[in-house]
């Protein structure tokens, strides 16, 4: 098993890419801590890796990525416990439907900058330090081909991924000395609870069709397609790969 003996936090892993990252890491033997604050669908998510005969250790906490002091609690109350986290999914993600730029508020924008951006912040202060302690750990954020491609009417959310995206890359540089890797993955636009925000309506055949001709492989990503990323990135397989940002897109961004 690919992830056998390591321990890996994911965030927004109630649903979506985070909640099959989390099935697929299970699936290779990475124990489990498992955040969002959609603590039902936590359950879920432990329910149906439990469900599968998986015997690896699973914590779920609820927490807002985008507060730095809950932030720094949890990662304070792994690793006092005696837990160790080898590596780490920033998953958790927002958008703001698909509109003008003038019509986004403040306050809109700002919840989106805070948990796509800050939440990577939050947990770089939050796990820095325990990483230099043991030698080294493994940080994969989750981007978006929107930071290098942009759609019209998702202006605040691209600029977003742009950030992350330039984070990324700055992280790997500056903790390389440190033996902490810092990857991305940009998928292009899948089927997850920001779908209809992404298309600003609901999702029908004729707005699916507008995204879909953008792609050259003519299908929306898939938690699966995010997942087998991720899983390579996190495994020793990417021993020698950080800064990089893995487009998971069906050519989107060719």
């Excluded at 770089?124 to 978006?144: D, E, F, Y």
């Excluded at 990417?238 to 060719?254: K, N, Q, W």
Aim: hydrophobic share 40%.
């Amino acid at each position: 098993m690919r992830l056998n003996g390591k321990t890996a936090l994911i965030t927004g892993a109630a649903s979506g890419f985070g909640k099959e990252i989390a099935i697929r890491f299970a699936k290779e033997g990475s124990n489990l801590i498992l955040t969002d604050l959609n603590e039902e669908g936590l359950h879920q998510t432990r329910q149906e890796i439990e469900s599968s005969g998986s015997r690896v250790s699973i914590d779920l906490y609820k927490n807002d990525v985008s507060d730095f002091e809950d932030v720094q609690n949890l990662i304070h109350t792994v690793f006092s416990s005696g837990a160790v986290i080898n590596i780490l999914v920033n998953n958790a993600g927002w958008s703001h439907s698909n509109q003008p730029l003038l019509d986004v508020d403040h306050d809109t924008f700002r919840k989106v900058f805070e948990i796509n951006v800050f939440s990577i912040y939050n947990f770089t202060q939050a796990i820095v330090p325990h990483w230099r302690n043991l030698g080294g750990g493994t940080m994969i954020n989750i981007s978006s081909t929107a930071g290098f491609r942009p759609r019209p009417g998702l202006t605040w959310y691209n600029s977003t991924k742009g950030a992350v995206n330039t984070m990324t890359k700055s992280l790997a540089v500056e903790l390389a000395p440190d033996n902490i890797r810092v990857c991305g993955i940009a998928p292009v636009i899948g089927k997850t609870g920001l779908t209809e925000a992404f298309m600003g309506g609901p999702d029908t055949p004729e707005s699916r069709k507008k995204f879909l001709d953008s792609i050259p492989l003519g299908r929306f990503s898939t938690p699966s397609d995010i997942a087998s990323a991720a899983l390579f990135l996190s495994s020793d397989e990417a021993d020698f790969i950080t800064g990089s940002i893995l487009e998971v897109d069906g050519g989107r961004c060719i």
